[in-house]
C-alpha cells in the first residue's frame, strides 16, 4: 500500500537491522509491557511476520514494515490482529523508531491500515489498547477517530509496577467512505 510519503509492504530478511535499530530501544519498549527486542528476536520476528498469514482464524495478523517513499529503509510498524473472526473484531497497533516520530507517519500508516481493515478486510469494529501514560499513542487514537470506550485499572504489570491501560475502538460505519475521518 501506498500512502501520500508511505509505502506499507510486508517485511523481508533484509529488514531484521531496520527493525532492531527501534524495537531494541528501552524507551520504544517502555509502554509494550514486555522487554526491548534483541537482534535474534527481531530475525524471529522477521521470519514469522515476512510470511503473511491468512486472515481467518482467531489470531491471525498482518504487521505492515512501514517505509518513507523518498528514503529507504523501515522507520516502524503498524500491526492489525484479528481477535474475533466470528465478531469481526481486530485489534491495531503501532510502533515506530524515534527519530521519525513527530511528522505524523504513524497516523498516516495506521489510517491506512485502518482504512484497509474496514474496507477490505471486512473488519466492523477496530480497537487498540494502551497505557494511560501512553499519551502520543492516546493522541494518535483519537486522529484515527477512535474514542476512549474503558479505562482499565491495573491490569497489568512490568518491572515499573501496575499499569492501567485505556482501550479506544472505532467501528467501520463511523468512517466517511472517503476514509478522511
Ligand atoms: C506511539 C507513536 C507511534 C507515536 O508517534 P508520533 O510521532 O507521536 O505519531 P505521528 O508520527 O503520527 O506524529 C504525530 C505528531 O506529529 C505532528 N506532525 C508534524 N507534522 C505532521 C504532519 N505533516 N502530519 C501530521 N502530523 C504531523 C503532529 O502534530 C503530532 O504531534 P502531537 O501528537 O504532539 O500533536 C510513537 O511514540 C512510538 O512508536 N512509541 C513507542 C511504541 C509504542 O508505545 N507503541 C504503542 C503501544 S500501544
Known amino acids: 500500500m501506498t500512502t501520500e510519503r508511505l ?8 529488514d531484521i537491522d531496520d527493525m532492531y535499530a527501534y524495537q531494541g530501544l ?9 522487554p526491548p ?8 520476528v522477521v521470519a514469522r511476520v515476512s510470511q503473511a498469514t491468512g486472515w481467518k482464524e482467531d489470531g491471525d495478523d498482518l504487521t505492515f514494515a512501514v517505509c518513507r517513499r523518498d528514503t529507504p529503509g523501515v522507520i516502524g510498524e503498524v500491526t492489525l490482529v484479528l481477535s474475533s473472526a466470528h465478531a469481526r473484531q481486530a485489534e491495531i497497533g503501532w510502533v515506530f523508531h524515534p ?13 491506512a491500515v485502518r482504512d ?3 474496507r477490505e478486510l471486512g473488519v466492523h469494529r477496530l480497537y487498540a489498547r494502551l497505557d494511560v ?10 486522529r484515527l477517530s477512535m474514542r476512549r470506550e474503558a479505562h482499565l485499572v491495573e491490569n497489568d504489570r512490568d518491572d515499573r509496577g501496575w499499569g492501567s491501560e485505556y ?3 472505532v467501528l467501520a460505519r463511523e468512517v466517511t467512505p472517503a476514509g478522511t475521518a
Open 7 to 14: 509505502l506499507l509492504r510486508l517485511f523481508t530478511a533484509e
Open 26 to 34: 528501552p524507551e520504544v519498549a517502555r509502554f509494550l509491557y514486555r
Open 37 to 44: 527486542r534483541s537482534r535474534e528476536r527481531c530475525a524471529e
Open 99 to 111: 527519530a521519525h516520530e513527530g511528522r505524523g507517519c504513524a497516523t498516516e500508516a495506521a489510517r
Open 116 to 118: 484497509l481493515a474496514f
Open 133 to 142: 501514560e501512553n499519551t502520543a499513542s492516546e493522541r494518535l487514537c483519537e
Open 167 to 169: 482501550v479506544y475502538a
